[in-house]
């Protein structure tokens, strides 16, 4: 594992999530679009959610059974058409569907990380994972800073256009700079899928999954919502201004790049109790959106830092502990990540049209209050995943 793979990594993940997320900037410019209402526009992300979840279930466990290169260039090849379907819709069922298919196939996230994991030395393994899913982090918060530009130029289906050319020429890019990843056949698709559900069984792998659930139905409450206070009264901005505020999070996320350097060193469990107390936090300053942008600022660098570290240190700690089924456990960890999101990016502009963006704060707040006790609750399962004598089969 050298420099260049992380980074290629890294960039295949980005493009790749950013094809679930680019849409929330521009939702308001979608729905209307579309003749979609302000209370049901927050399905544009949820579909892609959804697909995602679909695809955790049945495409991420082929990691640990075929070369995951070849599935790597297959799913890149198969987002990209997904968002030419989407770029060209011309109706809101259709962006629905073809929205669903990308998140689908952006699973490839999962396959990359794996991938990653595999050829990286166990005391390199969370430098690599820092890496490679920092941009996981920049392709969400990327999406939207690109999305706002290119919306104000060419409008919503612009974007579409340009992360399908992205993920083209990764397709293309991959075979050439990644090496062979030859799986081993003796195990079975049927036997990961029962080693998939069971995963959901044992205590270690739970907890860090709750965790990821609340974590990223926060994350998806903020920035599934964001965009409708910012676009109204008392700011008015434009999709390239409410786009920028990605900036911000880019500051957090890159901030917790350390993360998996704190994950190699032991620390990943305290790591993600501060992280996490962190995220609660940050809710406090997000709530002052209604008059200071300064204050939302720092609250969104506080949430993705916390969002960051929590996502690398969890990942670190079930990689660890499920070393022979890496794949298989990174899809189901995931599960959560992608329920939690769709949670989060649906139930936030439902609550928006009720209950303006106090209520959008209260309900990230309160899936912030989830993953801290959760993690409270879980100490006892932490100290059982540091020992390797529990690595199971």
């Avoid at 059974?65 to 060209?88: F, N, P």
Wanted: one cysteine or more; aromatic letters at 10%; proline letters at 3%.
């Amino acid at each position: 594992m050298n420099e260049r793979t992380r980074l290629l990594l890294a960039v295949v993940c980005g493009v790749a999530v950013a094809s679930t997320y680019a849409g929330q900037p521009v939702l308001g410019q979608m729905g209307l679009d579309l003749d979609v209402s302000v209370d049901a526009v927050g399905w544009f992300v949820a579909a892609g959610q959804l697909g995602y979840l679909v695809g955790l279930i049945f495409l991420v466990p082929l990691g640990d059974l075929l070369d995951r290169r070849r599935l790597i260039v297959l799913h890149l090849a198969l987002v990209a058409a997904s968002l030419v379907v989407v770029a060209v819709a011309p109706t809101a069922w259709v962006v629905f569907a073809g929205l669903a298919i990308a998140g689908l196939f952006a699973v490839v996230v999962q396959t990359a990380v794996a991938y990653a994991t595999e050829l990286s030395a166990p005391s390199e393994r969370g430098r690599t994972l820092g890496i490679v899913t920092s941009g996981v982090v920049i392709g969400i918060l990327g999406a939207r800073i690109l999305a706002g530009f290119l919306a104000d130029l060419w409008g919503w289906r612009g974007v579409y256009i340009v992360l399908a050319v992205l993920a083209a020429i990764l397709a293309l890019l991959v075979p050439l700079l990644l090496p062979a990843d030859v799986r081993s056949s003796a195990s079975k698709y049927g036997l990961l899928l029962r080693s998939f559900a069971g995963l959901f069984t044992q205590p270690v792998f739970l907890s860090r999954g709750l965790i990821a659930f609340f974590l990223f139905a926060s994350f998806g409450a903020l920035w599934s919502g964001l965009a409708l206070p910012l676009a109204g009264s008392p700011w008015y901005l434009s999709e390239t201004q409410i786009g920028l505020f990605g900036i911000a999070g880019l500051v957090g996320a890159l901030g917790a790049a350390r993360a998996g350097r704190w994950a190699d060193a032991g620390q990943a469990n305290r790591t993600t109790g501060i992280a996490v107390v962190i995220l609660l936090a940050s809710w406090l300053a997000i709530g002052q959106l209604t008059w200071s942008l300064v204050l939302l600022i720092l609250g969104v660098i506080l949430l993705d830092f916390a969002v960051q570290a929590v996502h690398v240190s969890n990942q670190h700690i079930l990689t660890t502990f499920y070393a022979n089924r890496v794949s298989t456990t990174i899809g189901a960890y995931m599960v959560f990540y992608s329920t939690g999101s769709a949670l989060g990016a649906a139930a936030t502009t439902a609550v928006y049209a009720t209950a303006d963006w106090r209520g959008s704060v209260s309900l990230g707040a309160a899936f912030a209050a989830g993953g801290l006790v959760t993690w409270v609750l879980s100490l006892r399962s932490a100290k059982r995943a540091a020992c390797p004598d529990h690595l199971r089969k």
